[in-house]
């Protein structure tokens, strides 16, 4: 029996519109999943219902939808529309190499300082920005966003989107630290998760970027919580994306 489709409170995108249509919405839908107002297994609403809720076109709703898959929050069936995944049962489209495996290990405990300690550089990042490191912050998103299918660029964009936030932080002492760290900040630099699959390094790249717009969007708002929450699960999802790898190496023999 096809899940009923779950109606929708009005849309929660607020001004000023920094971001691009497909983000807001994308931002949105985003967050309706993670609060639980959308659950795995429910059905969103169809095309033309999101485009009347959201009066934005066809094709943003489209790139909504597509940038959600990326991420793994929603599949869509054929004929019969979105729904709502749950990230824990997505199948791993990555792997590893034993001899990265003491790579790995290595960036799961730095992953868990890393998610201590750049929520709260990204909620006081949204406290106590300034106009000028607001401006710098949107656009390494914007550089990261035109490199998403250039690993190398992309991967030195990134870096520099979390060294932004410390400085916005205002508190030398978070970019003292990751600096120290960035030998190991990113593990994708470290470890080839996708072994040549260009099209899986892209659609990574473009999960990352849907982050990072909610970290952006949030620390634009000047929403303290929200920052730290976006951020939070930006470092969950690294890390869970890289737990999975070293699962799948280990039933693999």
């Known amino acids: 029996m096809p899940a009923d489709r779950v109606p929708l409170a009005a849309p929660r995108i607020q001004e000023p519109r920094r971001l691009s249509l497909t983000e807001q919405v994308t931002h949105d839908l985003m967050g309706r999943i993670n609060q639980g107002e959308l659950r795995p297994g429910d059905q969103l609403p169809t095309e033309r219902e999101l485009m009347q809720r959201y009066h934005v076109s066809r094709t943003v709703v489209r790139e909504a939808i597509s940038s959600l898959r990326a991420a793994g929050r929603l599949a869509t069936r054929q004929g019969r529309g979105a729904f709502v995944l749950d990230p824990a ?44 490191g607001l401006e710098a912050l949107a656009r390494i998103a914007q550089d990261f966003e035109a490199s998403v299918e250039s690993p190398e660029q992309s991967a030195a964009h990134d870096q520099a ?16 630290l990751l600096t120290g760290l960035s030998p190991h900040l990113l593990p994708r630099v470290r470890i080839d998760l996708f072994k040549g699959d260009g099209a899986a390094k892209v659609a990574y790249a473009r999960a990352l970027q849907v982050e990072h717009a909610h970290i952006l969007d949030a620390i634009l708002r000047g929403d303290g919580e929200g920052a730290r929450g976006a951020m939070r699960l930006h470092l969950t999802n690294s890390r869970e994306r890289l737990r999975s790898a070293l699962a799948q190496l280990e039933v693999a023999g």
Do not use: C, W
């Open 161 to 176: 989107f979390h060294l932004q936030i410390a400085d916005l932080s205002g508190n030398s002492y978070f970019r003292t």
């Open 89 to 132: 049962s997505q199948p791993v489209s990555y792997r590893l190499e034993h001899s990265e495996v003491g790579a790995a290990e290595d960036a799961l405990k730095l992953m868990e300082i890393r998610i201590a300690l750049e929520s709260e550089a990204a909620s006081l990042a949204a406290q106590r920005r300034d106009e000028a």
